[in-house]
C-alpha cells in the first residue's frame, strides 16, 4: 500500500481511538457523579438497566480500542492491508468499512459460511 494512504489510515485509526478514549472517560465520570438515593425501586431499577446497557457498549468499545491498536501495529510494521490468512491484499474498500480488518473479504466469506454451517 502507499505511503499516503497508510498515512490515511493511521489518521483514521488514531481519530477513532481518541473518540473511544473520550467516551470511556465520559462514562467513568458520569457514573461517578450520579447520586444513588433512590426511594423508588422502580428509578433504581431503570438506573441499572442503564448503567447495564452503557457498560455493555464501553465493553464492545474496548474490544475495538485493541482491534484499533492492533492495526496501528501492523501499519508500523508494514502488514496492514495484508491479508492474515491469504496473503493477499485487503481491497481499500473493505478496509474503508472496516479499517481494523485482518483478512479480505473471500476469506471472511469463507469464514461466515464455516460459522453458518455449525450453526454459530
Known amino acids: 500500500m502507499e505511503k499516503d494512504r497508510l498515512e490515511f489510515f493511521r ?3 488514531n481519530g477513532r481511538l481518541e473518540d473511544l478514549l473520550k467516551n470511556a472517560e465520559g462514562t ?10 433512590f ?4 428509578d433504581r431499577a431503570s438506573l441499572e438497566s442503564d448503567r447495564n446497557f452503557t457498560l455493555r457498549i464501553r465493553d464492545r468499545e474496548r474490544k475495538l480500542i485493541v482491534k ?7 501499519i ?6 495484508v ?8 481491497s481499500e ?15 471472511k466469506k469463507k469464514e461466515e459460511a464455516i460459522e453458518k454451517a455449525r450453526g454459530f
Open 76 to 81: 508500523e510494521d508494514g502488514t496492514y492491508g
Open 11 to 13: 489518521e483514521l485509526l
Open 39 to 42: 426511594p423508588d425501586p422502580t
Open 83 to 90: 491479508c492474515d490468512r491469504c496473503g493477499g491484499d485487503i
Open 28 to 37: 467513568v465520570n458520569d457514573m461517578t457523579d450520579i447520586l444513588e438515593s
Open 93 to 107: 474498500k473493505r478496509l474503508m468499512a472496516r479499517p481494523v480488518t485482518t483478512c479480505c473479504i473471500e476469506c
Open 68 to 74: 484499533i491498536k492492533e492495526a496501528l501495529e501492523r
